[in-house]
C-alpha cells in the first residue's frame, strides 16, 4: 500500500505531466491489481488448496500402480519441470538484470514515487532506507507473484497428465484372450479403479475452477491491459519496463496453452471410454461404462471469471483484439 499505492497517487497527482507519464503509472497500477490479487488468493483459498493437492496426490499414486505407465509419468513430470523452469528462469533473470536495477534505483522514480515523505533519497540514511524498503517490496513481489503462476500451471499441466493416464489404461482393456475368454475377465479389478481416479479427477477439476476463475479472469484482464499499454510507450522506454511485458505475455500464453491441453486430454478420455471394448463386458460394468461416459461427456474448461474459456483460440482472439484496438487508437 505504501510503495506502490501512495506512490502511485502521488505520482500521478503531482508529477505525470504527458500521456506518456499516465500511461507508464497505469502499468504500475496493474502491477499492483496483480498483487493484491494473488496475495489475497494465497490467504483465503489456503483450504480449498490443500484438498485439491491431496485429491491431485491420490490420483497420482493410484496412476503409477500399474507398472506399464510410470516411464510415461516420469517422462511427462520432466517436461512439466522443464516448463516450470524455463517460466522461473526467464522472469528471475530479467528481474535480476533488468528489473531490480531500475526498480530499486531510487533516482528513477520508474513512473512511481518512491518512498513518500521521505526525502532527501540523495543522502545517507534516507536512501539507504529506501532502497531497503524497495528491495524488500520487489523480493516479495516476485515470491508472491511466481509462485502462485507457478503452482497454477503446475496443477493444470499434472492434471492434464492424469487424463493422459487414465486414457491409456481404460484403453489396456481391450488386450484379453477372446477366444478364451466372452468377457474381459480384467474389468473385474481394473475398471473400479479407473472410475475412481475419474472421480477424483472431476473433483479436482472442480476445485481448480473453483480456485482459479475470479484470480484469472483478473489476471487475463491486468495483463491485457498492460500489454496494449506497452504499444503506446516510445521504445527507448520499452527496456526498463521489458521484464514486465514478458512476464505478461508468458503467463498469458502458458495459461492459454496448458488449460488448452487439459481439454484435449479430457477429450481423448471421452473417445478412451467410447472405445475401451465395453461390448465384452458384463452389464453391470456396461451400465457403469455408460455412466462414466456421461461425465466424461461434459466438456473440461477453466473459464476466466466463469465467461471466456482459456484456451488457444482465446490466446489468439484476444492478441488480434488487442492489436486491433491499438491499431485503431494510435495511428
Given at each position: ?10 505520482y ?31 490467504i ?18 493410484l496412476?503409477?500402480?500399474n ?73 516479495t513481489i ?62 479436482v ?8 476463475s ?26 526498463q ?42 452389464f453391470?460394468?456396461?451400465r457403469a ?43
Open positions: 500500500m505504501y510503495i506502490y499505492g501512495v506512490g502511485n497517487v502521488v500521478q497527482v503531482e508529477y505525470a505531466q504527458t500521456a506518456g507519464d499516465f500511461i507508464k503509472s497505469y502499468v504500475n497500477v496493474t502491477l499492483f491489481v496483480l498483487i493484491a490479487n494473488n496475495s489475497y488468493w494465497f483465503m483459498k489456503r483450504p480449498l488448496l490443500k484438498s485439491t493437492l491431496d485429491g491431485i496426490k491420490r490420483s497420482d499414486d496412476a503409477i500402480v507398472e506399464l505407465f510410470r516411464g510415461k509419468h516420469e517422462r511427462t513430470v520432466r517436461k512439466i519441470k522443464r516448463i516450470l523452469f524455463i517460466f522461473y528462469g526467464f522472469n528471475l533473470g530479467n528481474a535480476t538484470f533488468v528489473y531490480l536495477p531500475n526498480r530499486v534505483d531510487v533516482l528513477n522514480n520508474y513512473a512511481m514515487t518512491p518512498c513518500v515523505g521521505m526525502g532527501p533519497l540523495t543522502s545517507s540514511p534516507n536512501r539507504e532506507i529506501c532502497m531497503t524498503l524497495l528491495f524488500s517490496q520487489e523480493l516476485m515470491t508472491v507473484v511466481l509462485n502462485y503462476q507457478a503452482l497454477l500451471l503446475l496443477l493444470i499441466a499434472h492434471t492434464a497428465l492424469l487424463y493422459e493416464m487414465l486414457s491409456e489404461e481404460i484403453m489396456t482393456l481391450n488386450n484379453f484372450n477372446r477366444n478364451e475368454f466372452f468377457n474381459n475377465p480384467a474389468t473385474k479389478e481394473v475398471l473400479p479403479r479407473i472410475i475412481h481416479r475419474h472421480s477424483i479427477i472431476l473433483s477439476i472442480d476445485n481448480l475452477k473453483a480456485l482459479y475470479v484470480p484469472i479472469g483478473v489476471n487475463f484482464g491486468t495483463n491485457a491491459i498492460c500489454i496494449s499499454l506497452f504499444f503506446y510507450l516510445p521504445l527507448q522506454e520499452w527496456l519496463f521489458m521484464p514486465i511485458l514478458v512476464y505478461c505475455f508468458l503467463v498469458f500464453f502458458l495459461y492459454c496453452f496448458l488449460c488448452q491441453r487439459l481439454s484435449n486430454a479430457a477429450e481423448v478420455f471421452e473417445l478412451a471410454v467410447y472405445a475401451c471394448g465395453w461390448e465384452n463386458f458384463t453391470n460394468q456396461r461404462v455408460y455412466v462414466m461416459l456421461r461425465q466424461a461427456q461434459k466438456p473440461v474448461e477453466i473459464l476466466a471469471a466463469d465467461i471466456i474459456p482459456v484456451n488457444i483460440s482465446t490466446f489468439a482472439t484476444t492478441l488480434q483484439a488487442m492489436f486491433k484496438f491499438v491499431t485503431v487508437v494510435k495511428f
